[in-house]
Protein backbone atom coordinates (compact mmCIF):
# COMPACT_ATOMS: atom_id res chain seq x y z
CA UNK A 1 0.00 0.00 0.00
CA UNK A 2 0.85 3.90 -0.40
CA UNK A 3 1.75 6.01 2.36
CA UNK A 4 -1.24 8.13 2.62
CA UNK A 5 0.05 10.49 5.17
CA UNK A 6 3.41 11.14 6.86
CA UNK A 7 2.20 11.20 10.49
CA UNK A 8 -1.11 10.21 11.74
CA UNK A 9 -2.19 11.35 15.60
CA UNK A 10 -4.71 9.37 17.26
CA UNK A 11 -6.48 10.90 20.13
CA UNK A 12 -8.01 8.03 22.21
CA UNK A 13 -7.84 4.53 21.46
CA UNK A 14 -10.44 3.00 22.11
CA UNK A 15 -12.13 -0.11 20.17
CA UNK A 16 -12.63 2.84 17.22
CA UNK A 17 -9.04 4.18 17.67
CA UNK A 18 -7.32 0.69 18.33
CA UNK A 19 -8.72 -0.45 15.15
CA UNK A 20 -7.77 2.15 13.21
CA UNK A 21 -4.08 1.86 14.64
CA UNK A 22 -4.63 -1.73 13.56
CA UNK A 23 -5.31 -0.84 10.14
CA UNK A 24 -2.72 1.87 9.30
CA UNK A 25 0.33 -0.60 10.25
CA UNK A 26 -1.16 -3.71 8.34
CA UNK A 27 -1.91 -1.35 5.09
CA UNK A 28 1.67 1.09 5.87
CA UNK A 29 -0.58 4.07 5.58
CA UNK A 30 1.27 6.29 7.38
CA UNK A 31 5.15 6.68 7.86
CA UNK A 32 4.52 7.36 11.78
CA UNK A 33 1.60 7.14 13.99
CA UNK A 34 1.07 8.65 17.25
CA UNK A 35 -1.51 8.05 19.79
CA UNK A 36 -2.73 9.77 22.73
CA UNK A 37 -5.15 8.78 26.20
CA UNK A 38 -5.54 10.48 28.87
CA UNK A 39 -4.85 7.67 31.23
CA UNK A 40 -1.63 6.19 31.47
CA UNK A 41 -2.74 3.13 31.82
CA UNK A 42 -4.51 2.98 28.48
CA UNK A 43 -1.57 4.83 27.32
CA UNK A 44 0.82 1.93 28.80
CA UNK A 45 -1.49 -0.77 27.44
CA UNK A 46 -1.81 0.62 24.21
CA UNK A 47 2.38 0.91 23.77
CA UNK A 48 2.09 -2.98 25.04
CA UNK A 49 0.35 -3.92 22.09
CA UNK A 50 2.62 -2.04 19.68
CA UNK A 51 -0.21 -0.05 18.07
CA UNK A 52 1.72 2.81 17.32
CA UNK A 53 5.40 4.34 16.79
CA UNK A 54 5.33 7.11 19.36
CA UNK A 55 3.16 7.32 22.60
CA UNK A 56 2.46 10.74 24.61
CA UNK A 57 -0.11 11.59 27.17
CA UNK A 58 -0.37 14.85 25.62
CA UNK A 59 -2.77 15.70 22.48
CA UNK A 60 -1.15 19.20 22.04
CA UNK A 61 2.20 17.24 21.29
CA UNK A 62 0.39 14.63 19.61
CA UNK A 63 -1.40 16.73 17.12
CA UNK A 64 2.20 18.87 16.77
CA UNK A 65 3.43 18.21 12.89
CA UNK A 66 1.02 15.25 12.36
CA UNK A 67 -0.66 15.55 8.89
CA UNK A 68 -3.79 13.72 10.12
CA UNK A 69 -5.42 14.43 13.51
CA UNK A 70 -8.29 11.43 14.13
CA UNK A 71 -10.14 12.00 17.63
CA UNK A 72 -11.96 9.39 19.11
CA UNK A 73 -13.01 10.77 22.66
CA UNK A 74 -16.46 10.48 23.93
CA UNK A 75 -18.37 12.97 22.23
CA UNK A 76 -18.50 15.06 25.47
CA UNK A 77 -14.95 15.66 25.32
CA UNK A 78 -14.95 17.16 22.02
CA UNK A 79 -14.24 20.66 23.24
CA UNK A 80 -11.42 19.93 25.42
CA UNK A 81 -9.52 17.91 22.47
CA UNK A 82 -10.21 20.82 20.38
CA UNK A 83 -8.52 23.47 22.61
CA UNK A 84 -5.84 21.42 23.26
CA UNK A 85 -4.90 20.63 19.51
CA UNK A 86 -5.61 24.10 17.89
CA UNK A 87 -1.99 25.57 18.72
CA UNK A 88 -0.37 22.80 17.67
CA UNK A 89 -2.15 22.43 14.42
CA UNK A 90 0.32 22.64 10.92
CA UNK A 91 -1.16 24.49 8.09
CA UNK A 92 -2.64 21.86 6.08
CA UNK A 93 -3.30 19.48 8.69
CA UNK A 94 -6.76 17.28 8.74
CA UNK A 95 -8.83 16.87 11.65
CA UNK A 96 -11.26 14.91 12.03
CA UNK A 97 -13.33 12.63 14.52
CA UNK A 98 -15.61 9.31 14.35
CA UNK A 99 -17.87 10.81 16.91
CA UNK A 100 -21.63 9.54 16.65
CA UNK A 101 -23.17 12.38 17.00
CA UNK A 102 -22.44 15.44 14.75
CA UNK A 103 -24.21 18.60 15.16
CA UNK A 104 -22.92 18.93 18.87
CA UNK A 105 -19.26 18.01 18.22
CA UNK A 106 -19.23 20.44 14.72
CA UNK A 107 -20.53 23.01 17.39
CA UNK A 108 -17.96 22.24 20.41
CA UNK A 109 -14.61 21.84 17.41
CA UNK A 110 -15.15 24.12 14.87
CA UNK A 111 -14.91 27.95 17.26
CA UNK A 112 -11.31 26.24 18.09
CA UNK A 113 -10.00 25.19 14.57
CA UNK A 114 -7.54 27.45 12.99
CA UNK A 115 -8.24 28.62 9.53
CA UNK A 116 -4.90 26.68 8.55
CA UNK A 117 -6.47 23.55 9.21
CA UNK A 118 -9.52 21.05 7.56
CA UNK A 119 -12.05 20.44 9.69
CA UNK A 120 -14.17 17.58 8.47
CA UNK A 121 -16.15 15.78 10.79
CA UNK A 122 -16.86 12.30 10.40
CA UNK A 123 -18.54 8.99 11.81
CA UNK A 124 -17.51 5.56 11.02
CA UNK A 125 -20.77 3.30 11.40
CA UNK A 126 -18.98 0.12 12.93
CA UNK A 127 -17.96 -1.23 16.48
CA UNK A 128 -18.61 -3.89 19.03
CA UNK A 129 -19.75 -3.40 22.85
CA UNK A 130 -16.04 -3.99 23.81
CA UNK A 131 -14.21 -1.25 24.63
CA UNK A 132 -10.50 -0.14 25.43
CA UNK A 133 -7.28 -0.62 23.22
CA UNK A 134 -7.30 -4.26 23.65
CA UNK A 135 -10.78 -4.11 21.98
CA UNK A 136 -9.16 -3.22 18.09
CA UNK A 137 -9.05 -5.30 15.56
CA UNK A 138 -7.77 -5.23 12.07
CA UNK A 139 -10.77 -4.93 9.35
CA UNK A 140 -13.41 -3.38 11.36
CA UNK A 141 -14.00 -1.24 8.94
CA UNK A 142 -14.40 -3.31 6.08
CA UNK A 143 -17.98 -2.72 4.33
CA UNK A 144 -19.12 -0.51 6.48
CA UNK A 145 -20.30 2.96 6.31
CA UNK A 146 -18.40 6.24 7.24
CA UNK A 147 -20.54 9.44 6.73
CA UNK A 148 -18.77 12.48 6.36
CA UNK A 149 -20.97 15.89 7.76
CA UNK A 150 -18.54 18.24 5.66
CA UNK A 151 -18.97 22.50 6.28
CA UNK A 152 -19.20 24.99 3.94
CA UNK A 153 -16.30 25.77 2.16
CA UNK A 154 -14.48 22.56 2.92
CA UNK A 155 -11.04 22.09 0.86
CA UNK A 156 -11.94 19.71 -1.96
CA UNK A 157 -8.02 18.21 -2.15
CA UNK A 158 -8.79 17.51 1.62
CA UNK A 159 -11.89 16.15 1.66
CA UNK A 160 -10.82 13.68 -1.33
CA UNK A 161 -7.62 12.22 0.86
CA UNK A 162 -9.51 11.72 3.96
CA UNK A 163 -12.36 9.88 1.65
CA UNK A 164 -9.43 7.91 -0.14
CA UNK A 165 -8.34 6.94 3.46
CA UNK A 166 -11.44 5.63 4.82
CA UNK A 167 -11.85 3.69 1.41
CA UNK A 168 -8.25 2.02 1.98
CA UNK A 169 -9.53 0.94 5.41
CA UNK A 170 -12.74 -0.71 2.94
CA UNK A 171 -15.13 1.35 3.97
CA UNK A 172 -18.31 3.41 1.87
CA UNK A 173 -18.21 6.93 2.35
CA UNK A 174 -21.36 8.71 1.92
CA UNK A 175 -21.89 12.72 2.89
CA UNK A 176 -25.30 14.32 4.64
CA UNK A 177 -25.80 17.55 6.69
CA UNK A 178 -24.89 17.14 10.52
CA UNK A 179 -28.79 17.74 11.33
CA UNK A 180 -29.80 15.26 9.45
CA UNK A 181 -27.03 12.42 10.24
CA UNK A 182 -28.21 12.96 13.99
CA UNK A 183 -31.78 12.30 13.13
CA UNK A 184 -30.75 9.08 11.12
CA UNK A 185 -28.52 7.84 13.82
CA UNK A 186 -30.70 8.58 16.14
CA UNK A 187 -33.22 5.86 15.22
CA UNK A 188 -30.77 3.08 13.34
CA UNK A 189 -28.49 3.29 16.58
CA UNK A 190 -29.18 5.55 19.43
CA UNK A 191 -32.85 4.91 20.03
CA UNK A 192 -31.62 0.83 19.56
CA UNK A 193 -29.23 1.27 22.48
CA UNK A 194 -31.23 3.08 24.68
CA UNK A 195 -34.07 0.49 24.79
CA UNK A 196 -31.50 -2.22 24.94
CA UNK A 197 -30.27 -0.15 28.03
CA UNK A 198 -33.85 -0.28 29.62
CA UNK A 199 -34.87 -3.52 29.15
CA UNK A 200 -31.92 -5.22 30.46
CA UNK A 201 -32.14 -2.68 33.47
CA UNK A 202 -36.16 -3.64 33.77
CA UNK A 203 -35.30 -6.98 33.96
CA UNK A 204 -32.73 -6.14 36.87
CA UNK A 205 -35.43 -4.36 39.03
CA UNK A 206 -38.11 -7.48 38.61
CA UNK A 207 -38.82 -8.81 42.08
CA UNK A 208 -40.85 -11.38 40.70
CA UNK A 209 -38.10 -13.24 38.35
CA UNK A 210 -34.90 -13.60 40.38
CA UNK A 211 -31.51 -12.34 38.51
CA UNK A 212 -30.48 -16.17 38.50
CA UNK A 213 -33.09 -17.33 36.26
CA UNK A 214 -32.66 -13.96 33.67
CA UNK A 215 -29.59 -15.49 33.33
CA UNK A 216 -30.12 -18.71 33.11
CA UNK A 217 -32.98 -18.83 30.80
CA UNK A 218 -31.85 -15.71 28.40
CA UNK A 219 -33.66 -16.66 24.99
CA UNK A 220 -32.23 -15.04 22.00
CA UNK A 221 -33.78 -11.93 22.33
CA UNK A 222 -32.93 -11.35 26.09
CA UNK A 223 -29.64 -11.96 25.11
CA UNK A 224 -28.83 -10.23 22.36
CA UNK A 225 -30.13 -6.66 24.10
CA UNK A 226 -27.41 -7.38 26.65
CA UNK A 227 -24.89 -6.94 23.95
CA UNK A 228 -25.72 -3.48 23.00
CA UNK A 229 -25.84 -2.78 26.66
CA UNK A 230 -22.95 -3.66 27.25
CA UNK A 231 -21.42 -0.75 25.39
CA UNK A 232 -19.44 2.31 27.00
CA UNK A 233 -21.57 4.11 29.28
CA UNK A 234 -19.53 6.99 29.17
CA UNK A 235 -19.50 7.13 25.22
CA UNK A 236 -23.49 6.56 25.23
CA UNK A 237 -24.03 8.60 28.26
CA UNK A 238 -22.58 11.78 26.32
CA UNK A 239 -24.37 10.59 23.13
CA UNK A 240 -27.94 10.88 25.07
CA UNK A 241 -27.02 14.34 26.18
CA UNK A 242 -25.57 15.58 22.79
CA UNK A 243 -28.31 14.45 20.43
CA UNK A 244 -30.97 15.09 22.89
CA UNK A 245 -33.45 16.94 20.60
CA UNK A 246 -33.44 14.21 17.90
CA UNK A 247 -33.76 11.03 20.72
CA UNK A 248 -36.46 12.75 22.27
CA UNK A 249 -38.57 13.29 18.93
CA UNK A 250 -37.49 9.01 18.03
CA UNK A 251 -38.37 8.12 21.88
CA UNK A 252 -41.97 9.86 21.41
CA UNK A 253 -42.40 8.18 18.15
CA UNK A 254 -41.23 4.73 19.88
CA UNK A 255 -43.62 5.19 22.54
CA UNK A 256 -46.63 6.33 20.03
CA UNK A 257 -45.47 2.94 18.05
CA UNK A 258 -45.46 0.92 21.64
CA UNK A 259 -49.03 2.10 23.12
CA UNK A 260 -50.51 1.38 19.54
CA UNK A 261 -48.90 -2.41 20.09
CA UNK A 262 -50.02 -2.21 23.47
CA UNK A 263 -54.12 -1.81 22.61
CA UNK A 264 -53.57 -4.39 19.93
CA UNK A 265 -52.58 -7.29 22.44
CA UNK A 266 -54.87 -6.13 25.17
CA UNK A 267 -57.72 -5.87 22.33
CA UNK A 268 -56.65 -9.43 20.94
CA UNK A 269 -56.22 -7.96 17.55
CA UNK A 270 -54.03 -10.48 15.73
CA UNK A 271 -54.48 -9.23 12.23
CA UNK A 272 -53.00 -5.55 13.52
CA UNK A 273 -50.10 -7.67 15.43
CA UNK A 274 -49.75 -9.80 12.30
CA UNK A 275 -49.47 -6.92 10.10
CA UNK A 276 -46.57 -5.14 12.02
CA UNK A 277 -44.29 -8.31 12.58
CA UNK A 278 -44.98 -9.18 9.07
CA UNK A 279 -43.80 -5.86 7.51
CA UNK A 280 -40.44 -5.58 10.02
CA UNK A 281 -39.59 -8.69 8.55
CA UNK A 282 -38.59 -7.31 5.33
CA UNK A 283 -36.25 -4.72 7.12
CA UNK A 284 -34.56 -7.66 8.42
CA UNK A 285 -34.43 -9.08 4.92
CA UNK A 286 -33.11 -5.66 3.29
CA UNK A 287 -30.38 -5.48 5.84
CA UNK A 288 -28.90 -8.27 4.82
CA UNK A 289 -29.43 -7.90 1.07
CA UNK A 290 -27.31 -4.67 1.61
CA UNK A 291 -24.63 -7.02 3.43
CA UNK A 292 -24.92 -5.23 6.53
CA UNK A 293 -25.29 -8.48 8.03
CA UNK A 294 -25.41 -12.30 7.66
CA UNK A 295 -28.57 -14.38 7.00
CA UNK A 296 -26.91 -17.44 9.17
CA UNK A 297 -28.85 -18.67 11.79
CA UNK A 298 -28.88 -17.36 15.37
CA UNK A 299 -26.84 -14.41 13.98
CA UNK A 300 -23.81 -16.61 12.80
CA UNK A 301 -22.80 -17.41 16.57
CA UNK A 302 -20.14 -20.51 16.57
CA UNK A 303 -22.09 -23.74 17.93
CA UNK A 304 -20.30 -27.05 18.97
CA UNK A 305 -21.38 -29.81 16.63
CA UNK A 306 -23.27 -32.60 18.43
CA UNK A 307 -20.99 -35.66 19.73
CA UNK A 308 -21.31 -38.55 17.52
CA UNK A 309 -22.12 -41.78 19.73
Known amino acids: ?34 ITTRSAETLKRAEELQLGDRYTSSAAEAARDADLIIVSVPVGASESVAREIAGSLKPGAIVTDVGST ?8 Q ?54 FWETLGSKVDEMDPEHHDKV ?14 IVGTADDLETVTESEVIKYSASGFRDFTRLAASDP ?28 QRAIRWGEGDKIFELFN ?19 DF ?9 P
Open 1 to 34: MTVQFDRIALIGIGLIGSSLAHDIKRLGLAKDVV
Open 102 to 109: KASVIAQM
Open 111 to 164: PHMPALAHFIPGHPLAGTEKSGPDAGFPGLFEGRWCIFTPLAGTDETALRRLRS
Open 185 to 198: LAIVSHLPHIIAYN
Open 234 to 261: TMWRDVCLHNKDAILEMLARFSEDLAYL
Open 279 to 297: RTRTIRRSIVQAGQDVDAP
Open 300 to 308: GRPHALDKK
